[in-house]
């Protein structure tokens, strides 16, 4: 090998030892941040030495596609989980203290000790008073999941505008790593930003990636519909102002398709978008009705008789406002857990007498019960508590069972709601350690390890501190070589 020769190796040998520690000292740089993939310097041998061909960056397709599908289901499961904890403490209140089921237990204490001693009317005052704390409640609960869904509409709107702008983001990166695939520069610092640009956009909705040639690749949704190719695709919502019981919610369309919201407590929603729809539209509309059911029991079990038959029941101690007729069984009607009332007729407040709660009368003379007016009389008080552990007919559409008790109903819609919080926690546990491992899985495959990386560095300095020996030796070979010609 002539010296001319040996110095070329030896000069390609510094520089790629140079680039080499460069991308190394990056990757130590880089090392915490997640939506980094390590590089890695390739070389080639040729016959004046090596040189670095190319950076190589670390991928995992596989590894990659789960991570996303694993984010998004994550992300969704959380959503879903805090949505029904606020559920939880603005419908029911801690520890269920501001419950329809909690008002109805306090009415049942009342009527009861009011049956015991139906002569005096301080009890008459308080069974009544009773009555309008449940009603309370329901209009408080009725209210409160009206807000919930209004709020939920506006953070719907935010995430798809946010959505849209990750998108509009993820164009101009792609357009760049396609640009220099093309061109042959060097695009992983390209590629991370799509990464993680996929990464957020998997947060709000299901996705998978179709890569295309140039290295240019294409969004779908986990519904099947287009959401990137070349340009974004739209993702429209237009929020309501308000919302009122038995108002549907607009959907989330994505170039023209409606997502698809999610379903259960361990929801099948992947991404905040179709979470967020589901407690919109499912849970809250189905809580709604749990509560407009317990208000026709209500106004069911307190219904007015007619003692001699012939004319047809009446609201009673409880009203709404297509009484005094009773609302029809077996049937919600919307709304009605915010429309029900106490009857004027009984209540002091609006100029009424309590005692009809024992006495009846309230809708004429021939629901009269108590006709001679004794003061002991409690035949209708206790028909009234019966009446509430007297099953009714239920709408399916509350998700409870088709045959329960104003009792057991009210009690079924706080069950029915921590059942569901139930499945959501295990849920989120189970999910998050999915999400964790396979985040866990794809760094070791494409992440950086800094005790590798320094070993390597450490290998870099030993064959640099090679090449410059040779360099030394070449150049007293070259000077010894100058000086016998000289």
Same mark, same amino acid.
Do not use: C, K, Y
């Given at each position: 090998m002539s010296l001319t020769s040996a110095l070329s190796i030896a000069q390609s040998a510094l520089l790629n030892t140079g680039r080499q520690t460069g991308v190394v000292s990056r990757n130590v740089q880089e090392a915490a941040n997640p939506d980094y993939a390590r590089r890695e310097?390739?070389?080639?041998?040729?016959?004046?030495?090596? *040189?670095?061909t190319e950076i190589r960056r670390a991928t995992d397709a596989v590894l990659f596609r789960h991570n996303l599908a694993a984010l998004s289901a994550q992300s969704g499961q959380a959503t879903v989980s805090k949505g029904l904890d606020t559920l939880r403490l603005s419908v029911n209140g801690a520890d269920n203290g501001a419950s329809a089921a909690a008002a109805i237990g306090d009415l049942i204490k009342a009527l009861e000790f009011y049956a015991a001693t139906p002569s005096n009317p301080t009890l008459?005052?308080?069974?009544?008073?009773?009555? *309008?704390?449940?009603? %309370? !409640?329901?209009?408080?609960?009725?209210? !409160?999941?009206q807000t919930f869904r209004s709020d939920a509409d506006r953070e719907i709107? !935010?995430?798809?505008?946010?959505?849209? *702008?990750l998108l509009g983001d993820f164009e101009t990166v792609n357009r760049e790593v396609v640009a220099g695939t093309r061109t042959g520069r060097d695009v992983s610092d390209a590629l991370d930003q799509r990464d993680a640009l996929l990464k957020q956009i998997s947060a709000h909705v299901s996705i998978s990636t179709v890569s295309r040639p140039g290295?240019?690749?294409?969004?779908?949704?986990?519904?099947g519909a287009t959401l990137f190719e070349t340009v974004p695709r739209e993702v429209s919502f237009q929020p309501l102002a308000t919302h009122v019981p038995g108002t549907p919610g607009n959907a989330v369309t994505i170039d023209g398709v409606p997502l698809k919201p999610g379903s259960g407590g361990s929801t099948s929603a992947s991404g905040t978008i179709a979470a967020k729809l589901q407690l919109r539209d499912t849970v809250a509309v189905t809580m709604q009705r749990q509560l407009d059911e317990v208000a026709r029991g209500l106004?069911?079990?307190?219904?007015?008789?007619?003692?001699?038959?012939?004319?047809?029941? %009446? !609201?009673?101690l409880f009203t709404w406002p297509g009484g005094p007729a009773l609302p029809p069984a077996g049937t919600a009607i919307d709304g009605l857990a915010a429309a029900i009332r106490v009857n004027p007729a009984m209540d002091p407040a609006a100029g009424g007498d309590p005692q009809l709660l024992r006495d009846g009368g309230a809708n004429g003379p021939a629901y009269l019960a108590n006709a001679t007016g004794g003061a002991s009389f409690s035949d209708l008080l206790r028909r009234y508590a019966d009446g509430l552990d007297r099953p009714i007919a239920v709408d399916p559409a509350a998700g409870l069972d088709d045959s329960r008790s104003v009792v057991a109903l009210s009690s079924d819609a706080v069950g029915w709601l921590e059942a569901l919080r139930q499945d959501a926690a295990t849920g989120s546990e189970r999910k998050d350690a999915l999400a964790q491992r396979m985040g866990t899985a794809l760094s070791n495959a494409t992440g950086v390890n800094v005790d590798e990386e320094m070993a390597l560095l450490l290998e870099l300095e030993h064959s640099y501190e090679a090449s410059a020996r040779l360099m030394r030796v070449i150049d007293e070979m070259l000077a010894t070589l100058l000086a016998a010609t000289g």
């Open positions: 310097a390739v070389t080639t041998t040729s016959g004046s030495g090596a *040189r670095v008459a005052s308080t069974t009544v008073e009773a009555a *309008r704390n449940a009603v %309370r !409640a329901l209009h408080d609960g009725s209210t !409160a999941i709107a !935010a995430a798809v505008d946010d959505l849209n *702008r290295n240019d690749i294409m969004i779908v949704t986990g519904d106004i069911t079990a307190f219904a007015e008789t007619a003692p001699g038959g012939g004319a047809p029941d %009446r !609201a009673g």
